[in-house]
Nanobody, 123 residues
Framework: VQLQAYGGGLVQAGGSLRLSCVTPKRTTSNNGMGWFRQAPGKEREFVAT????????NYADSVKGRFTISRDNAKNTLYLQMNSLKPEDTAVYYC?????????????????WGQGTQVTVSS
């Protein structure tokens, strides 16, 4: 199963980007979804998660109030709206599909991953 993440790029600090992740409907329409990121030389970390119908979301403290996760199951697409970007947000961002319908901040709860999209925030 291949998830396609896109929308990354180079942006100045304080700017915004919206990431999208196209998901295979049959595989992910009833699954929780999440965004993770990995900066150079660092471990992969949780960013945001959403349950199967969008009714429950959770965020890492570092992005709370700046990022918004959402999904449109009719379009089989997951989104991450990123505002007030900071240089420390620079990373490769990955979307992932959870094993169950719930939201989760734990990477081992996810079994399908996208290929990643690079986000670079300049100071």
């Amino acid at each position: 199963v291949q998830l396609q993440a896109y929308g990354g790029g180079l942006v100045q600090a304080g700017g915004s980007l919206r990431l999208s992740c196209v998901t295979p409907k049959r595989t992910t329409s009833n699954n929780g979804m999440g965004w993770f990121r990995q900066a150079p030389g660092k471990e992969r970390e949780f960013v945001a998660t959403i349950n199967w119908n969008g009714g429950n979301t959770n965020y890492a403290d570092s992005v709370k109030g700046r990022f918004t996760i959402s999904r449109d199951n009719a379009k089989n697409t997951l989104y991450l709206q990123m505002n007030s970007l900071k240089p420390e947000d620079t990373a490769v961002y990955y979307c992932a599909a959870a094993r169950g319908a719930w939201s989760s901040s734990t990477a081992r709860d996810y079994h399908y991953w996208g290929q990643g999209t690079q986000v670079t925030v300049s100071s």
